[in-house]
């Protein structure tokens, strides 16, 4: 793999000055990473270039079969101004996950992770200054081949772009209205749910259009085959705490493995609370309900970290967890989590890497 080639941008953007209107994938930096990759030469000339338009034939396959994979993760300025990533090293050990599946090459971890410290450093004046706001990172990698046939590409892009995000909430922590799938399903076994690719979001967008237009946030997908078990929310995992214990649906290969997920698991076993990964029912869930011992639900992802659920509908079924309002697990593990990403609290399980 050969060195980081840099070409800096001669003019430079004008920086929001309201951090507060950031919102989320609206602006993006001066400055984007590129690497091809070619059969016979592999991935080669990696560059950091002027964030510009994509050329692309109009036959590149990507466009016709979706032969794509990204990641999702994040910059965050701490209190002594240095800067830090949250555990990249997750992201791109999973990207090469995704990789496999998709039949894209896989590119060496660790170069992922430099190139991405490389990349936020050139942009190092993007990361945002205010509390809660910080750098969102997009690696993704498509196929180019201009060819309108069926089979894997020989010929890729690996991107990593940049746009700096606002607090995800910035008027506090929320709950979310969400309701159960039971006409669409998002993956079934043996397909592609565990992969961070785009034809897992483009199956959901139905099912998602037609939440929006019932007033709801977001939906919970059943598992694929008998719509039975409860898998995630589509850009969230989800957990359950029934009678004090932290349950969330075990990795099937239907459910994204997410890192905020782990953490999540992590931190409760660190403190001594039972956290446990196995199948759970929707009936399981409105049974534990019913008996008034479901304390909390929430999802996890790196976009929101925790996001409480206050309303969970299941058929005619309206579940109201915890009043609508945010649970004492979901708190702590929403207060441990941006602590450490923030550098607000010592990084006791050494998840942060710091840009230089
Ligand atoms: C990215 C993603 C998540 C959350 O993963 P994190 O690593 O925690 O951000 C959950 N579900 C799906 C489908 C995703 O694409």
Redesign the pocket.
């Given at each position: 793999m050969s060195d980081i080639r840099i070409e800096l941008a001669k003019t430079l953007k004008e920086k929001p000055t309201d951090e507060s209107k950031l919102g989320f994938g609206h602006i993006f930096t001066d400055h984007m990473f590129v690497m091809n990759y070619d059969t016979g030469e592999g991935w080669h000339d990696a560059r950091i270039v002027p964030f510009d338009d994509v050329s692309l034939s109009p036959a590149a396959m990507c466009l016709h079969y979706g032969q794509e994979i990204f990641e999702?993760l994040k910059a965050y300025r701490t209190a002594d101004g240095t800067v830090q990533l949250f555990r990249p090293d997750e992201n791109y050990k999973r990207m090469n996950v995704s990789a496999e599946r998709m039949v894209i090459p896989k590119i060496d971890e660790e170069f992922m992770i430099e190139a991405t410290k490389k990349l936020v450093e050139v942009e190092e004046e993007w990361v945002p200054h205010s509390d809660g706001a910080s750098l969102y990172i997009r690696p993704f990698i498509f196929a180019t081949d201009p060819y309108v046939g069926v089979r894997p590409a020989d010929h890729y892009l690996f991107l990593i772009i940049l746009s700096p995000s606002g607090a995800y909430y910035s008027t506090g922590l929320n709950p979310v209205k969400i309701y159960v799938e039971q006409k669409y399903v998002r993956a079934v076994r043996g397909g592609t749910g565990f992969a961070?690719t785009a034809a897992?979001y483009a199956i959901s967008l139905k099912g998602q259009d037609e939440a929006h237009e019932q007033d709801y946030e977001q939906v919970l997908w059943l598992d694929g085959v008998e719509q039975k078990y409860i898998e995630?929310v589509?850009?969230?995992?989800i957990f359950f705490v029934i009678d004090g214990e932290v349950i969330t649906p075990e990795l099937t290969g239907s459910v994204?493995p997410?890192?905020?997920?782990k953490s999540a698991l992590e931190v409760c076993r660190s403190k001594g609370i039972k956290a446990t990964e196995r199948r759970i029912t929707i009936e399981e869930v409105a049974k534990a309900y019913d008996e008034g011992k479901l304390d909390e639900v929430f999802g996890?992802?790196?976009a929101a970290v925790i996001s409480p659920v206050g309303h969970l509908k299941w058929g005619d079924k309206i579940m109201t967890i915890n009043n609508n309002e945010i649970g004492p697990i979901s708190q702590m593990l929403y207060d441990t989590m941006t602590g450490i990403q923030w550098g607000k609290i010592p990084d006791e399980f050494g998840w942060t890497v710091k840009i230089k």
């Open positions: 999702g961070k897992n995630e589509g850009s969230m995992n994204l997410g890192i905020t997920r996890t992802g790196t």
